[in-house]
């Protein structure tokens, strides 16, 4: 069982670090695809190795994608790629889990028509134009798909995360 | 349920941070003490919220207690509460887990002595001077005490504290 981790430079670190941790805590395989080869750091300067570029990603491959928030999301969200990824997840009904500016992924992607969600509130504008019903609450769940605000949400943000992974 | 972290200004923010959000995942209570009231910042920059200093810690509401490592044990250990708390929990049977340099409050409460133990690999032969069997593994478990070596262990630390605060 492998789930994707999306993220860039600038990446929120413990929105990154903390699903990962906890992912493989249950002896899940997590590996991390990002818009260039080698490095990324996360604003607070935690280095993290890159799996893949998002061209080498088999989306088949994985049951679930993560999107860490940061600035990493408005590299990922350019990424032709990275939106192909996303797209095949809400397809297949595959859990995403994005958080703090991770929803900008989904919104470049088109897939917030209509669903509930919530984000980083200085982006919450952006959620409800692209068709969202935002609420400010510390994790949204609507079918496959998981948002939260803020990494104090990693709780919440993990343990629905983890609820889909078994179910 | 509460669980006690205990930790100082110059924490390694994922040891503190992973740990922290994983037990509140399960609904546990987590409160942080340190040795001056007000905040601590990490290595990496965050910034956490102290709820008490080590002096105003009563150990017998506490069922666990978890010791993240960076520079910050060195301070801890200097504190003569910090070392009753974590003898009480020693003799009660309480989980102590302690990463990277997190062992150090423990060779300085005297509680490794016989014990199997890991720790930061630039501090094994404090920790071997102390009396431990050191070996060179993610985690180890010796009855109540659990250690890791470094973040990249926190998987299988999370899983072990996991393990024993629900058995």
Redesign the interface.
């Known amino acids: 069982m492998k789930v994707l981790i999306m993220s860039a430079d600038g990446f929120e ?2 929105e990154l ?2 699903p990962y ?2 992912l ?3 002896g899940i395989q997590v590996e991390i695809a990002t818009p260039n080869r080698g490095t990324i750091q996360g604003k ?3 280095v993290v190795t890159s799996d893949m570029i998002f061209e080498s990603v088999k989306p088949e491959d994985y049951v679930a994608v993560v999107i860490p928030g940061g600035k990493a999301p408005e590299q990922v969200r350019l990424n032709a790629a990275a939106l192909t990824i996303v797209k095949h997840c809400m397809q297949k009904r595959k859990p995403i889990a994005a958080i703090c500016h991770g929803p900008q992924v989904l919104i470049s992607a088109g897939l917030l028509e209509g669903k509930n969600a919530t984000c980083w509130q200085g982006m919450r504008d952006d959620l409800i134009a692209a068709g969202a019903q935002y609420t400010d609450k510390e994790v949204v769940v609507d079918g496959n798909l998981i948002t939260s605000r803020k ?1 104090s949400d ?3 943000f ?2 629905e995360l ?1 609820k889909l992974m078994v179910s």
């Open positions: 670190d413990s670090l903390c941790y906890r493989r805590e249950t607070h300067g935690y990494p990693i709780p919440a993990c343990r983890m």
